[in-house]
């Protein structure tokens, strides 16, 4: 049973617009998280994170959102560039994991130019 | 910058071969993690190790072993390869409690024939 879910297995953005990836968690005791992103060929890479008592953190072009209510965060890239196709990762800590990750599926994002 | 090195980019293993995967980390992390990546599963997490000769199973273990005889060498072992576990493997390491985010290796490419 996944508690991260990414239900998006793609996703498509001209460049210049914005991308917008979303993520669901289950477990309510999770505490912190984060986004990775990772090209082929190559480990994943941290990108930005965030704390449970936050709704919001921004790192230049990237922002993530956590509605806790909602158990969802999304990852807004502005303004999408072709270099940021990759697969994304959210991940998950807390709780019985402790500060072990939960990823989840993974989203492939192709900013098309 | 941390750097986590894994051994091999590329493996072919026949089945029923004992495989060692290697990771090595240079900055004295206490925490190190073996993940595989999967199409459609995201990252599963293996084994991870909290210290030398710690060891602790993960989500999915069975076929694996585990070896942490020193701090910066974290070993996964797979005892008789199967074409199942035919995977791209991801080696992490992770410092102290002030950073959540894991360093990942480039990882390696496994195929079981």
């Known amino acids: 049973d996944q508690q991260v879910k990414q239900n998006s297995p793609s996703l498509s953005v001209q460049e210049g617009r914005i991308s917008i990836l979303n993520c669901d968690y289950t477990?309510?005791?999770?505490?912190?998280f984060l986004w990775y992103k990772k090209y082929p060929a190559e480990g994943p890479t941290f990108l930005i994170s965030i704390s449970s008592i936050k709704d919001k953190n921004e790192d230049g072009r990237f922002t993530v959102f956590l509605n806790k209510s909602a158990k969802h965060l999304s990852l807004h890239i502005v303004p999408s560039q072709p270099g940021d196709s990759a697969v994304y990762f959210c991940?998950?800590?807390?709780?019985?994991?402790?500060?072990?990750?939960?990823f989840g599926a993974g989203t492939i994002l192709r900013v098309k130019s | 910058d941390v750097k986590v090195t894994q051994s091999s980019r590329y493996l072919v293993k026949r089945t029923g071969e004992k495989v060692f995967l290697e990771c090595v980390q240079d900055?004295?992390?206490?925490?190190m993690f073996w993940y595989r990546q999967d199409p459609g599963l995201g990252l599963r997490l293996i084994y991870f190790?909290?210290?030398?000769?710690?060891?602790e199973k993960g989500d999915i273990p069975e076929g694996y072993s585990v070896s942490r005889e020193k701090k910066e060498r974290f070993s996964l072992i797979l005892e008789s390869a199967s074409t199942n576990q035919t995977s791209m493997y991801l080696c992490a390491s992770r410092g102290g409690a002030e950073n959540y985010g894991y360093t990942f290796g480039s990882g390696t490419r496994l195929t079981v024939v």
């Open positions: 991940a998950a800590s807390g709780g019985e994991y402790g500060n072990k990750l939960v």
């Open positions: 190790s909290y210290d030398v000769k710690m060891k």
């Open positions: 900055m004295d992390h206490e925490n």
């Open positions: 477990n309510s005791m999770f505490d912190y």
